[in-house]
Structures are given as C-alpha cells and as structure tokens.
C-alpha cells in the first residue's frame, strides 16, 4: 500500500499552487508607468497599442490587448483619450474586421468591444462586449458616459454608464452608423450614418436627436472642429462636408478629388488636413479670413495607407498613422515636411495624444 506522509502532500501542493500562480503571473501584463506627454496607436492586426514617447519620438512601450476573455480582440480600431479628476482613460473600439480598405461590407451579426484602459499603467480595465460592430467608443466630456455606434441596418448608439458599465441608452439613427463624436463644446453628438448619406444630431443631455443633416456619400466620421464646425468625411463621395455646430447645415463641401482617410483640424494654424490612404499623402487646407472660406494650401508626403491624424497641443507637430507602412509619419507643421517615420505595428490605425 503506498503511503504519502502529510509533509510531503503539502510540499507537493504548495509547489503546484506556486507553478499555477508563477503561469497566472507570467500571462498578467505588467503595469507601466506612461506619466510622461504620448501617442498611442492602435495597431488593427497585432491588437496591441505602441506608446511613443512625444519628447524623443520613439516607441516607449507596446501594449497587449489581449484580455484573458474567452473572445479574441480582432482589430482594434479607433482609439480616444479622457483625463478626469487626475486620472487618465483610454477607449478603443473593437469591430472585429480589417476597415483599412474602406468601410464597405460590414458584416451582419459581428459583435463588437469596447475597451478601456489605464492610460499610465497601460492595463485593460474593462472588457465591454457590445451586441453588433462598432466603429469607436468615445466618453462625454464629463467622463460619466461612454457613447459608442452599432454598425448595423438598423443603426444605434449605445450610451454606457462609465462606472458601472451598464447600458443607460438606447438611441436608433441610420443606416450604418460609424463614428460618434462630440463638438468641441460638448453640447452636441454626432453620428454619422454611412447608409443613408446623412449625420444624426443628438442631444447628450436628453438623448434625443436633434436634426437630421444630409451630407455626402458615405460618410464616416464628423470630425471636430475647434472652430464652430464639424467636418465630415465622405468616402465614397470623395469630400468633406462642413457643418456649423450652431445651425446645423451644412456651410461648405470641399471637393477632393481622392477617397479620405479622416480629418483633423488645427486651430492654431489655421489648417484642415486630411490624409488620401491609396497615395500615401496628407492635403492641407488654410482658412482665408476674406472670402471666408477653405483653400487648397498643399500636399505632403506621409507613406502608405496614411489614415489618422494627431496634434500636439501646441499645434506645431502632427503624427499620421500609416495602415499598409507599418508607421507613423511625424511632420513639421510649420513648414509642412515630415521629420521621420516611427515603426509600429501592423495595420497601425486610430491615434490619440495624451500630453
């Protein structure tokens, strides 16, 4: 008969319960310490966010999505930034398709993620599974909401309570919705409805909307102006439709003559960019304060796939994520040439900037 003492039994049973807390520890991402001004970069198909350290302009840090869940995150996508109450937030939405090419053929069926993050520690804080795919998820400005899209027929906007996560809102729009975004001045959502051509207008405080806006076709996103205006990128109408946050109409369409990639505007000088992804490029626009209008100012090289645009505060130097060249393109504002490119990860798409 074989005999096993009560020593060696619990020998025995402290080394497995060391090696299984040794594995659990060795699948646990370490915390960091991100306290300094950032980029971070969501790269669509490694699921992992490059940090790059603004003050030198290189990757500091690579950060695992991977939640220890029981789904898979596939390709993560658009990415934006909170700080409240001294502590800072990241969400980035998970569709769980490749949208590089464009945002055509969404699937039926496919859910969606939304996920948050610490943005010092660099660690998922919570894994939101939503019911269809989503193009971004977004906080309100207070930081007690978190909004985001459902890419649907039957479009929606799920609003979130920030703390608990539990779903406060239910808000239909159409056909299609991508991207939700918030003015400047936080009075207003929008959300823009790629199959019906149009932009819902919503109310963050009643949840209501409040206009419907035609714009071009195929719209993804209206972009936030720090001018009034919201500027919506047309995808398959190859334009930006520019809307006045306080009428709601539409004031200007500019003609660009390629597919764009997003919009991002700068108040400091004066400018509206916008990247062209077949040709690698980023156009610029200046504000011309007599005839009170857009115009063309010139166009500089970024690298293949050139998507996503972010600012420093300053306004002086952009960073332009690069899907099909595995980069970010860093560009001097001022005289508009590009300084470097910084390797990141595969598909790198959203962008945002903590400083």
Same mark, same amino acid.
């Given at each position: 008969?074989?005999?096993?003492?009560?020593?060696?039994?619990?020998?025995?049973?402290?080394?497995?319960?060391?090696?299984?807390?040794?594995?659990?520890?060795?699948?646990?991402? %370490?915390?960091?310490?991100?306290?300094?001004?950032?980029?971070?970069?969501?790269?669509? @198909?490694?699921?992992?966010?490059?940090?790059?350290?603004?003050?030198?302009?290189?990757?500091? @840090? !690579?950060?695992?999505?991977? +939640?220890?869940?029981?789904?898979?995150?596939?390709?993560?996508?658009?990415?934006?930034?909170?700080?409240?109450?001294?502590?800072?937030?990241?969400?980035?939405?998970?569709?769980?398709?490749?949208?590089?090419?464009?945002?055509?053929?969404?699937?039926?069926?496919?859910?969606?993620?939304?996920?948050?993050?610490?943005?010092?520690?660099?660690?998922?804080?919570?894994?939101?599974?939503?019911?269809?795919?989503?193009?971004?998820?977004?906080?309100?400005?207070?930081? $007690?909401?978190?909004?985001?899209?459902?890419?649907?027929?039957?479009?929606?906007?799920?609003?979130?309570?920030?703390?608990?996560?539990?779903?406060?809102?239910?808000?239909?729009?159409? %056909?299609?919705?991508?991207?939700?975004?918030?003015?400047?001045?936080?009075?207003?959502?929008?959300?823009?409805?790629?199959?019906?051509?149009?932009?819902?207008?919503?109310?963050?405080?009643?949840?209501?909307?409040?206009?419907?806006?035609?714009?071009?076709?195929?719209?993804?996103?209206?972009?936030?102006?720090?001018?009034?205006?919201?500027?919506?990128?047309? @995808?398959?109408?190859?334009?930006?439709?520019?809307?006045?946050?306080?009428?709601?109409?539409?004031?200007?369409?500019?003609?660009?003559?390629?597919?764009?990639?997003?919009?991002?505007?700068?108040?400091?000088?004066?400018?509206?960019?916008?990247?062209?992804?077949?040709?690698?490029?980023?156009?610029?626009?200046?504000?011309?304060?007599?005839?009170?209008?857009?115009?063309?100012?010139?166009?500089?090289?970024?690298?293949?796939?050139?998507?996503?645009?972010?600012? !420093? +505060?300053?306004?002086?130097?952009?960073?332009? +994520?690069?899907?099909?060249?595995?980069?970010?393109?860093?560009?001097?504002?001022?005289?508009? +040439?590009?300084?470097?490119?910084?390797?990141?990860?595969?598909?790198?798409?959203?962008?945002?900037? $903590?400083?």
């Amino acid at each position: 008969m074989l005999r096993i003492s009560y020593g060696a039994f619990l020998l025995l049973a402290i080394t497995l319960f060391s090696a299984c807390r040794k594995h659990v520890m060795d699948d646990m991402p %370490m915390e960091k310490n991100i306290d300094y001004p950032a980029a971070y970069v969501v790269n669509g @198909e490694d699921a992992t966010v490059s940090v790059i350290r603004l003050s030198d302009q290189t990757v500091s @840090e !690579t950060l695992d999505l991977m +939640t220890g869940s029981a789904e898979m995150v596939m390709w993560p996508h658009h990415i934006y930034h909170l700080q409240s109450l001294g502590e800072h937030r990241l969400t980035v939405a998970v569709p769980g398709m490749d949208l590089s090419e464009g945002h055509a053929g969404a699937m039926a069926g496919m859910k969606g993620k939304v996920l948050v993050l610490d943005a010092v520690k660099g660690t998922v804080i919570k894994d939101l599974e939503v019911p269809v795919m989503n193009h971004n998820a977004v906080y309100s400005p207070d930081g $007690k909401e978190i909004w985001t899209s459902q890419m649907d027929m039957a479009g929606k906007v799920l609003v979130y309570d920030a703390a608990t996560y539990t779903l406060k809102n239910t808000i239909a729009v159409g %056909m299609e919705p991508a991207e939700v975004t918030f003015s400047a001045d936080g009075t207003k959502v929008y959300v823009a409805n790629g199959g019906d051509d149009n932009v819902s207008v919503i109310s963050p405080a009643t949840k209501a909307i409040i206009k419907t806006i035609d714009v071009g076709d195929n719209p993804v996103a209206a972009w936030v102006g720090y001018d009034g205006k919201m500027y919506v990128d047309n @995808e398959d109408g190859k334009s930006v439709s520019v809307i006045n946050v306080a009428s709601d109409k539409v004031v200007q369409t500019i003609p660009l003559g390629f597919m764009p990639g997003s919009v991002a505007h700068n108040l400091t000088k004066k400018e509206l960019w916008v990247t062209d992804p077949e040709n690698g490029k980023v156009h610029y626009w200046t504000w011309d304060d007599a005839m009170q209008d857009w115009m063309h100012g010139g166009v500089l090289q970024a690298a293949a796939g050139a998507h996503a645009i972010g600012f !420093t +505060t300053d306004g002086n130097t952009a960073y332009v +994520t690069n899907q099909m060249a595995q980069s970010v393109s860093v560009i001097n504002v001022s005289n508009h +040439t590009k300084i470097k490119d910084i390797i990141v990860g595969k598909k790198p798409n959203g962008i945002v900037l $903590k400083q």
